[in-house]
């Protein structure tokens, strides 16, 4: 196959034709009628050459950029020896990996079930706590998003599971940030909390120091799970390598995904406290995932976790994450009547805007401007800039310089 040749040619009508007409109606409406041919550190060229800064990320796949030389020399060595493993017999890479999760995340997290997606290591957070609780409530925020799997779909909005019904009962939302309703909601028939440290598809809306240890209190007082989920805002998003360390409180459990691949491999985590994994020692075969941490993948994200952990690797999220705040108050004072408010934690940045409409126009005027970012799905009124952890300082000016051509751009708008 002549995959430039196709790319330029035929790739974007086949994708129409095959593949989604209904996400290429969008993508042209949003600038993103493309196809991402050659990519290669923070940028992604399209079939024609013209470059792109990713201020996507996928939510984090791409921390370490495109194409990351040292992850791809590490699956081509990890080729070498092994496969995707039998899901069914034991696993020296599942095992490495796992001891250096117990290790890296917070207390006494101890055990790690792998998984492909976040969904499906959400899925199993949930099936978890109900077993050991025996209870059925599960209580998530409103604007929270853990993935499009039975449960975890679940735990979302109504715009996006009131096509499916009937779906799992016993899911209840409770506003994000608000112990009050959180501690009305957790009676003795609560299984679990989960939320993310940092809701991403609802504009990255960062909770104050005392949010999480109170969830933590509410949680112990009825005896219900605390689950966290990190697929967004982990592995060195926030500048630390978890977001929770900022809040100091140990949960329940922890679900990791999209940077765990490296971008490379499919890669999520359900890791818990050794009292959650005694349902699993009595039944070790409840929960199968074959494809659920491929050993091939074990190894490039434990070069992932290598990486990220580095003290220095996170400072430098931290500065980068401050020359972004600095440039965005700029930008703030001269479109105030556009910008409403920075939030930003490291590189996990959102931008609150007066009108849901607003999210839609930036998102187009950043395409046209060179950048690739998204509005937030449930709170249209945010934009959601989340670069990979590795953009250079010249790269950040970039971004900014491209933020206030856009505002200015949306003035005249
Ligand atoms: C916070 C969060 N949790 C879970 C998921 C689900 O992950 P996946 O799409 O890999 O199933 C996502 C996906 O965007 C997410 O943002």
């Not at 250096?100 to 101890?110: F, N, Y």
């Not at 590189?347 to 930036?362: A, H, Q, R, T, V």
Request: aromatic share 10%; proline share 6%; net charge neutral.
């Amino acid at each position: 196959m002549d995959w430039e040749k196709y790319l330029k040619e035929e790739a974007l009508l086949d994708y129409e034709k095959y593949v989604s007409p209904g996400k290429l109606k969008a993508y042209r409406l949003l600038g993103f009628d493309f196809v991402p041919a050659r990519r290669e550190g923070v940028w992604i060229y399209d079939q024609n050459g013209r470059k792109y800064l990713n201020c996507r990320s996928s939510g984090g796949v791409f921390n370490f950029g495109h194409r990351p030389a040292e992850l791809i020399a590490e699956l081509e060595q990890a080729l070498r020896l092994f496969d995707i493993g039998d899901h069914l017999l034991a696993s020296g890479a599942r095992a490495a990996l796992a001891k250096k999760l117990a290790e890296l995340t917070p207390g006494d997290i101890q055990y790690t079930v792998f998984g492909v997606s976040g969904g499906e290591a959400v899925d199993l957070a949930i099936k978890l706590a109900r077993a050991h609780t025996q209870r059925p409530k599960i209580i998530s925020a409103i604007g929270g998003y853990h993935g499009h799997t039975g449960f975890a779909l679940a735990t979302g909005d109504e715009e996006f599971k009131k096509y499916f019904g009937p779906l799992a009962p016993g899911f209840v939302q409770v506003p994000f940030g608000d112990l009050k309703a959180l501690e009305k909601e957790l009676d003795q028939t609560a299984a679990a909390v989960i939320f993310e440290t940092i809701p991403a598809t609802f504009g990255i809306k960062i909770p104050p120091l005392d949010f999480f240890p109170g969830v933590r209190k509410l949680c112990d007082r009825a005896g219900a799970v605390m689950i966290i989920d990190e697929v967004q805002a982990g592995l060195g998003r926030t500048g630390k390598l978890w977001a929770i360390e900022e809040y100091n409180v140990v949960p329940d459990i922890m679900v990791m995904g999209k940077g765990l691949s490296g971008a490379i491999y499919p890669m999520s985590a359900t890791c818990l406290r050794p009292f959650l994994n005694r349902f699993l020692e009595e039944h070790p075969f409840i929960h199968i995932s074959t494809m659920g941490g491929s050993e091939a993948g074990c190894l490039v994200t434990l070069k992932v976790l290598e990486m990220t952990g580095k003290p220095e690797f996170l400072s430098e999220v931290r500065r980068k994450g401050g020359a972004f705040e600095k440039g965005l108050s700029g930008i703030q004072k001269r479109h105030p009547r556009l910008v409403k408010e920075i939030r930003c934690q490291g590189l996990m940045i959102g931008i609150g805007m007066p009108e849901p409409k607003y999210g839609m126009l930036l998102t187009m005027a950043l395409s046209k401007n060179g950048v690739i970012a998204l509005f937030a799905h449930n709170d249209p009124s945010a934009m959601i800039i989340m670069p990979p952890l590795i953009i250079s300082d010249s790269e950040i000016a970039f971004v900014l310089e491209a933020l206030e051509k856009s505002f200015m751009e949306l003035e005249k708008f």
